[in-house]
């Protein structure tokens, strides 16, 4: 499923020129893409990201 999700995605835009993921296709699922979008977008706005790179969100998911 996570494998087919990102081939499922496109970025359309809003009124102000912000893209944000949509299908291609209504019956297309992206739930997973999506998920994992907003999963690197909170380690990357932690502040534990400061300190750590990424790979240390996906060991230990929890923030101080």
Do not use: H, W
């Not at 893209?19 to 296709?25: E, I, V, W």
């Amino acid at each position: 499923m996570l494998g087919r999700c990102p081939g499922n995605v496109v970025g359309r835009p809003d009124r102000r020129g912000n893209l944000y993921p949509a299908k291609q296709r209504p019956e297309r699922k992206i739930g997973a893409a999506v998920a994992l979008m907003m999963a690197i977008g909170r380690a990357q706005a932690s502040e534990a990201a400061a300190r750590l790179d990424i790979t240390a969100f996906f060991t230990d998911p929890l923030f101080d």
